[in-house]
């Protein structure tokens, strides 16, 4: 039984579902193996818990806005 895990920041449910959704059918498809035998979870990962380059993401992620404003 194929596992996929996706670690990230926080998705809405309408995100979540879609990237389920679309993670299933291109694996089933590259693999070769029905969509039903396979397990996807989302771990949601706070951006003040993990950081790029010695700056936590949520730091990452407001530089990278102000710079693109």
Not at 4 to 31: C, F, H, P, W, Y
Not at 57 to 65: L, P
């Amino acid at each position: 039984m194929p596992y996929i895990t996706v670690e990230s920041g926080n998705l809405s449910d309408a995100q979540k579902e879609e990237l389920i959704k679309r993670l299933t059918e291109v694996s089933s498809e590259i693999m070769n193996v029905p969509q039903e035998f396979f397990v996807t979870t989302i771990k949601e990962v706070p951006d003040k818990n993990f950081g790029i380059g010695g700056k936590t993401i949520d730091k990452v992620k407001a530089g990278y806005i102000r710079a693109h404003q």
